[in-house]
């Protein structure tokens, strides 16, 4: 294949559960022939391997690391883009799934406004694991996010499915792996002080699984998460301004 436009990067720990369903979906999306697929595999004790290479047989653009041990979710995407050659990137979970045509409606956004950095949009939240874009039980409920503006990045407002700019890493850098929560949310502000700008699609593009075990869910690591949080909050109370900081101020200094 030619040089891929888009590189996907799937961070895989632990993943026999999800790991056929999440190829399979994945290939289906309409842009998949001009992407690259680039599975970071962290020391994983399962047998996703042998999935994973059944269909590297089938498609040629998907390419897979296994590294000796495990670097946290962020140090897997960083290796993931560093390994990469794709314009634009996007991280993919391989408990949450995308319309097919995600991809190439993101793309399209950036090809066509090169002042937007980063590209983003609602999804359906689902408590049921092994669901789709298109057969799930959220009854349309969505995951609360809103347009672009400083303001608004006191959420992690692009969500679980963005599709951004490679160069957004020249300008601010890889993800910060002291993170093991929070360091999707520090990589996006840390963009947005560097000067980058995001846009909100309209529209519902992708499905999140609430995962009562995932990092970013569990109640186990909520104590955790907090601290990583409140530490990211502090650090980037210019980007918000003072109105913001001023009014979660007591919720982060509990």
């Known amino acids: 294949m030619d040089k891929p436009r888009v590189s996907i990067i799937t961070s895989l720990y632990d993943g026999d559960e ?16 001009k992407c690259e697929l680039i599975i ?47 314009e634009y990137i996007t991280n993919a979970n391989l408990d949450d799934k995308r319309a097919y045509n995600q991809i190439e409606k993101f793309v399209e956004l950036l090809d066509t406004n090169p002042g937007v950095d980063l590209v983003y949009s609602y999804s359906f939240v689902t408590n049921q694991s092994h669901e789709n874009f298109y057969r799930n039980s959220s009854g349309y409920q ?69 995962n009562p075990e995932g990092l970013s869910t569990s109640k186990e690591h909520q104590v955790d998460r907090f601290k990583e949080e409140q530490k990211v909050f502090w650090e980037y109370t210019d980007v918000y301004g003072p109105k913001v900081t001023e009014a979660y101020s007591e919720y982060f200094s509990k």
């Open 18 to 33: 999800h790991i056929q369903e999440f190829i399979e979906d994945i290939v289906k999306q309409t842009y998949f022939s």
């Open 142 to 210: 969505v995951y609360p996010t809103y347009p672009f503006t400083k303001e608004a990045m006191i959420k992690c407002l692009p969500g679980c499915q963005p599709v951004w700019r490679r160069s957004i890493h020249g300008k601010a850098g890889l993800f910060d792996t002291s993170y093991k929560y929070a360091g999707d949310w520090e990589m996006w502000l840390r963009a947005v002080r560097n000067g980058c700008s995001f846009q909100m699609i309209e529209g519902v593009y992708g499905i999140y699984y609430m």
């Open 40 to 86: 970071v595999d962290g020391a994983s004790p399962g047998n996703e391997k042998e999935i994973i290479e059944e269909y590297s047989l089938i498609y040629n653009n998907i390419k897979y690391f296994r590294l000796d041990k495990d670097p946290g979710i962020y140090g897997c995407w960083n290796y993931g883009i560093q390994h990469s050659q794709g």
